[in-house]
């Protein structure tokens, strides 16, 4: 569609050059070789999806059968636990980020000894690979040979099977998602806090506060911006989340920590082309519908203080 | 009193995020270095015999060198689509912070959605075989472009906004025309955020593993993740074998970042001053 609009205007601006020397300096068709590969290997598939989320669909042909693959998908117990669970994981990874990220990045902004090092191996998790860390939490997360559990015993703590537990799967990967992802958001909260003018702090100091009144009425609220990027970053990270839970239960056990991202590769491969590309306008709707409200609302309050 | 309670927390940081954050590193180069049978085990010891490099062959042998190809793969991958993300990107940004209009505004809207819209993925495979880009190399290229032009758009354009207008005048006085105008005075001086661009997108795409493991199926072309995650099920008893891949595919962002740290952090905070 932006690709069509912006041919229109090469022919316009290519005739307007031949005409007089002195074109625009800033032409439309810059955006040409972004808009080809944009427009059709990311908007016209997420309009196509539209479409095909209400067909049976083999990838040769498609059949209309309206609504049924959304039905499906809030009638089969399965599907529903992967909507919850999608929930669940992002809004424990992003509530979990946002209070150790805030935390570290006090910490690690702070005058402490080893500052340099702790802030690299906080930081260092982001930027390797996701199914490596995965495998590797597998490993030490087995109930009875696994690292952690071992440790636990020294202690006489007998520990639970993380990945086995119904009921604990989903939530062991998100801990390791925010193992890894914790860097991120301390980082995000080290550049936010930093850029805190001074002079509050020394009117603070001068009037007498304790490093706990500095920290809720200048550090928190002054540190706003860098609370809705993270909030902001980590809500659609996490909902979109599939290679850390792929790698670690492939939804397991059972279904108990299937998303909706996994739902859709489990579709997919599958061969039901239909209620995978279902699952994606599902998940769309629900980024959309979880994020941007919300984005409009943290950034509203920020223009009112 | 200070000085001491901000030693005692220095050192209880530290402490703890030995535990936390190296112990995992630690135990997955001990068990790279295990012989098959010890690391079976899973223990966090030191090996009683190091195999660092029998493990190392070992690992590079398996399945014909597949590894090797792997790696050819992921840069290749990497390196031609942050060629293009940075020109194309660079080439947008530019636009949308000079040139305000009704397709600026558009851009500005698509570029939001590219950061909030999950790609649709059978849609996108359906768009790709019919044009004999799925399972192919360069179409997993278009697609990492296509997924990271939004954010390299947003770091461009805001940094365009830096270089003072008077630089284009100038240009365009002397007879530069666009092209010149971009390529020769403007890009030049993009360096810096072209390099935030670079480190972030590289690390991000080597570390991809949904995209091929949707776009790139098969085992003639894996890429260096998708080896890892083949290896996870024919490993299954050798560990050490499996620690190895891990370790090796590690190094890479392990350079990037003891090399090029602060523009990492660069990137990925940029927009969290201002909001």
Same mark, same amino acid.
């Given at each position: 569609?932006?690709?069509?609009?912006?041919?229109?205007?090469?022919?316009?601006?290519?005739?307007?050059?031949?005409?007089?020397?002195?074109?625009?300096?800033?032409?439309?068709?810059?955006?040409?070789?972004?808009?080809?590969?944009?427009?059709?290997?990311?908007?016209?598939?997420?309009?196509?999806?539209?479409?095909?989320?209400?067909?049976?669909?083999?990838?040769?042909?498609?059949?209309?059968?309206?609504?049924?693959?959304?039905?499906?998908?809030?009638?089969?117990?399965?599907?529903?636990?992967?909507?919850?669970?999608?929930?669940?994981?992002?809004?424990?990874?992003?509530?979990?980020?946002?209070?150790?990220?805030?935390?570290?990045?006090?910490?690690?902004?702070?005058?402490?000894?080893?500052?340099?090092?702790?802030?690299?191996?906080?930081?260092?998790?982001?930027?390797?690979?996701?199914?490596?860390?995965?495998?590797?939490?597998?490993?030490?997360?087995?109930?009875?040979?696994?690292?952690?559990?071992?440790?636990?015993?020294?202690?006489?703590?007998?520990?639970?099977?993380?990945?086995?537990?119904?009921?604990?799967?989903?939530?062991?990967?998100?801990?390791?998602?925010?193992?890894?992802?914790?860097?991120?958001?301390?980082?995000?909260?080290?550049?936010?806090?930093?850029?805190?003018?001074?002079?509050?702090?020394?009117?603070?100091?001068?009037?007498?506060?304790?490093?706990?009144?500095?920290?809720?009425?200048?550090?928190?609220?002054?540190?706003?911006?860098?609370?809705?990027?993270?909030?902001?970053?980590?809500?659609?990270?996490?909902?979109?989340?599939?290679?850390?839970?792929?790698?670690?239960?492939?939804?397991?056990?059972?279904?108990?920590?299937?998303?909706?991202?996994?739902?859709?590769?489990?579709?997919?491969?599958?061969?039901?082309?239909?209620?995978?590309?279902?699952?994606?306008?599902?998940?769309?709707?629900?980024?959309?519908?979880?994020?941007?409200?919300?984005?409009?609302?943290?950034?509203?309050?920020?223009?009112?203080? | 009193?200070?000085?001491?309670?901000?030693?005692?927390?220095?050192?209880?940081?530290?402490?703890?995020?030995?535990?936390?954050?190296?112990?995992?590193?630690?135990?997955?180069?001990?068990?790279?270095?295990?012989?098959?049978?010890?690391?079976?085990?899973?223990?966090?010891?030191?090996?009683?015999?190091?195999?660092?490099?029998?493990?190392?062959?070992?690992?590079?042998?398996?399945?014909?060198?597949?590894?090797?190809?792997?790696? *050819?793969?992921?840069?290749?991958?990497?390196?031609?689509?942050?060629?293009?993300?940075?020109?194309?990107?660079?080439?947008?940004?530019?636009?949308?912070?000079?040139?305000?209009?009704?397709?600026?505004?558009?851009?500005?809207?698509?570029?939001?959605?590219?950061?909030?819209?999950?790609?649709?993925? *059978?849609?996108?495979?359906?768009?790709?075989?019919?044009?004999?880009?799925?399972?192919?190399?360069?179409?997993?290229?278009?697609?990492? *472009?296509?997924?990271?032009?939004?954010?390299?758009?947003?770091?461009?354009?805001?940094?365009?906004?830096?270089?003072?207008?008077?630089?284009?005048?100038?240009?365009?006085?002397?007879?530069?025309?666009?092209?010149?105008?971009?390529?020769?005075?403007?890009?030049?001086?993009?360096?810096?955020?072209?390099?935030?661009?670079?480190?972030?997108?590289?690390?991000?795409?080597?570390?991809?593993?949904?995209?091929?493991?949707?776009?790139?199926?098969?085992?003639?072309?894996?890429?260096?993740?998708?080896?890892?995650?083949?290896?996870?099920?024919?490993?299954?008893?050798?560990?050490?074998?499996?620690?190895?891949?891990?370790?090796?595919?590690?190094?890479?962002?392990?350079?990037?970042?003891?090399?090029?740290?602060?523009?990492?952090?660069?990137?990925?905070?940029?927009?969290?001053?201002?909001?």
């Amino acid at each position: 569609m932006a690709a069509d609009a912006t041919t229109a205007e090469v022919g316009v601006s290519v005739r307007a050059r031949a005409r007089r020397r002195s074109g625009s300096s800033y032409p439309s068709w810059f955006f040409l070789p972004a808009a080809i590969i944009y427009g059709a290997l990311f908007m016209y598939p997420t309009f196509a999806s539209l479409f095909f989320s209400l067909t049976r669909w083999t990838l040769f042909e498609a059949q209309f059968i309206g609504l049924e693959n959304f039905a499906q998908f809030f009638r089969e117990p399965f599907l529903i636990k992967g909507l919850i669970n999608t929930l669940i994981y992002a809004f424990v990874t992003s509530g979990l980020k946002v209070v150790l990220g805030m935390l570290l990045g006090v910490l690690l902004t702070s005058q402490i000894i080893g500052r340099g090092y702790l802030r690299s191996v906080v930081f260092f998790p982001v930027l390797v690979s996701t199914i490596g860390i995965g495998i590797t939490f597998t490993v030490m997360m087995h109930p009875t040979q696994g690292l952690i559990n071992e440790t636990l015993a020294l202690f006489g703590i007998k520990g639970p099977g993380w990945l086995t537990d119904p009921n604990l799967a989903l939530l062991s990967v998100a801990f390791v998602d925010v193992w890894k992802g914790v860097g991120l958001a301390t980082v995000i909260y080290m550049a936010g806090i930093v850029s805190i003018p001074q002079e509050y702090f020394e009117a603070s100091k001068i009037d007498g506060a304790t490093p706990w009144q500095n920290f809720w009425g200048i550090t928190l609220p002054l540190a706003r911006p860098a609370t809705v990027t993270v909030v902001i970053l980590s809500l659609i990270g996490g909902l979109r989340s599939f290679d850390l839970i792929w790698a670690m239960t492939r939804g397991g056990p059972g279904f108990t920590s299937d998303v909706i991202a996994s739902v859709i590769y489990k579709q997919y491969q599958a061969g039901f082309y239909g209620l995978s590309t279902a699952g994606n306008v599902v998940l769309f709707v629900m980024v959309a519908i979880i994020v941007v409200p919300l984005s409009v609302w943290l950034n509203r309050r920020e223009v009112e203080q | 009193m200070k000085a001491a309670y901000r030693h005692w927390l220095g050192w209880l940081s530290i402490v703890v995020s030995v535990f936390v954050f190296l112990v995992p590193f630690a135990f997955i180069f001990l068990t790279a270095a295990k012989d098959r049978k010890e690391s079976s085990l899973r223990e966090f010891t030191l090996p009683s015999s190091w195999h660092l490099w029998d493990n190392l062959v070992q690992v590079i042998q398996t399945r014909d060198f597949m590894i090797i190809t792997a790696f *050819v793969n992921s840069t290749i991958l990497t390196v031609a689509s942050v060629a293009m993300l940075v020109v194309f990107g660079a080439m947008c940004g530019f636009i949308m912070q000079r040139r305000p209009s009704i397709w600026t505004s558009i851009a500005g809207f698509l570029v939001l959605a590219g950061l909030i819209i999950p790609p649709a993925v *059978v849609p996108t495979i359906w768009v790709m075989q019919s044009m004999g880009l799925f399972k192919t190399l360069h179409g997993l290229i278009l697609i990492e *472009v296509a997924y990271g032009l939004s954010f390299t758009i947003l770091l461009f354009r805001a940094f365009v906004a830096t270089i003072p207008r008077e630089l284009d005048e100038a240009a365009i006085i002397d007879g530069a025309g666009p092209i010149r105008l971009f390529f020769q005075v403007i890009l030049p001086l993009l360096k810096p955020v072209a390099v935030t661009v670079i480190v972030v997108q590289s690390v991000a795409i080597f570390n991809d593993f949904t995209n091929p493991l949707y776009y790139l199926p098969g085992s003639q072309n894996v890429t260096l993740q998708l080896t890892l995650y083949n290896f996870q099920s024919q490993f299954s008893t050798s560990y050490n074998l499996l620690f190895m891949n891990i370790l090796l595919i590690t190094i890479p962002p392990l350079i990037v970042f003891l090399f090029f740290n602060r523009q990492i952090v660069a990137g990925m905070t940029a927009g969290a001053v201002k909001g």
